[in-house]
């Protein structure tokens, strides 16, 4: 089928809950209130971006960061729908702006996969944010509406003609929630460089108008020149990293690896974009499959007798990148830092040993 055939109108937008709860115990949603909850409003509405350019869309995001702390977020995807949602009795725009878990990821007919909070994204961005405005170009119009704490204070409204599409929000964060809403730029460019490496070809413009900051993202070698960035001081022991990528069971693997001179292991794991800095299921299966590959290959070759070198030898310099994605993922945790689902576990160590072990067959020591 045509992707660009799919339906994304306001028949695709689920509605499964209430907003008001996320003023009182805003933590619940965005993990804590103070730099690091600041940080996530603004992931929560690039993710959106991000789904839609992982979905075939969006080739071009833009973040600015303005002087009074408020955030752009611009791309150039299909545009949030705004037609009129039929169990809800208004906009589609709306709804998926005010309602908690409203959006079009639940039934995979618009976004196969998707990096956001479980659709609690841009709705707990705008109930947390003094204010918010979202401008959609779609259907040769340009839709606009303004938000005040999560509410609606003008209806939705044309205000232009456009020959393009795509969706434009920005917002303030609410200083009676956030202890701070002072943007800090190293954190925000370091994320954005990130998903420009997991997004191969997908172009990320950062603007920061208070230092007078503009930065570009754009990596066509995707995870390979992830890693090839993280080992960039380092003396690599093979010049170009191993890169596999396999669909099994509708979800991907993709993953760069590449060894230094060093002691240290740096391994980043990544389920649809969403950095499990505590790893989970996919990183123990890619160790147990490198740690099995290796250790196959060398008994296989008379490198290694009887004796199995461990986990920790084998992790010895290694520098890889780990990026799966899933239609389901289990989050421990609701800012997701460990991916839970266990049938990733085995599917990321078979393809990881196999991919390994045909690597070392094709590439013997010198």
Known sequence: ?????????????????????????????????????????????????????????????????????????????????????????????????????????????????????????????????????????????????????????????????????????????????????????????????????????????????RKNIKEEFLFEGGLISFVEYLNRNKKVLFPKPLYFKKAEEDVEVEVAVQYNDGYNETVLSFANNVNTKEGGTHITGFRGGITRAINEYGKNNGFLDDKSLAGEDIREGLVAVVSVKLAEPQFEGQTKTKLGNSKIRFLVEGITSQQVFTFLEENPEP
């Open 1 to 209: 089928m045509d992707i660009n055939q799919q339906k994304y109108d306001a028949t695709t937008i689920q509605v499964l809950g209430g907003i008001e709860a996320v003023r009182k115990r805003p933590a619940m949603y965005i993990g804590d209130t103070s730099i690091l909850g600041l940080h996530h409003l603004v992931y929560e509405v690039v993710d959106n971006s991000i789904d839609e350019a992982m979905a075939g869309f969006c080739n071009e995001i833009s973040i600015t960061v303005h002087t009074d702390n408020s955030v752009t977020v611009s791309d150039n995807g299909r545009g949030i729908p705004v037609d009129i949602h039929k169990t809800e009795n208004r906009p589609a725009l709306e709804v998926i702006m005010t309602v908690l878990h409203a959006g079009g990821k639940f039934d995979k007919k618009a976004y196969r996969v998707s990096g956001g909070l479980h659709g609690v994204g841009v709705s707990v961005v705008n109930a947390l944010s003094e204010w918010l405005e979202v401008e959609v170009k779609r259907d040769g119009e340009v839709f606009h509406q303004r938000y005040e704490k999560g509410k609606p204070v003008t209806s939705l409204t044309v205000i232009g003609k456009t020959k393009t599409t795509g969706t434009k929000v920005t917002f303030k964060p609410d200083e009676d929630i956030f202890e701070t809403i002072e943007f800090d730029d190293s954190i925000l460019s370091g994320r954005f460089r990130e998903l420009a490496f997991l997004n191969a070809g997908v172009k990320i413009l950062f603007e920061d108008e």
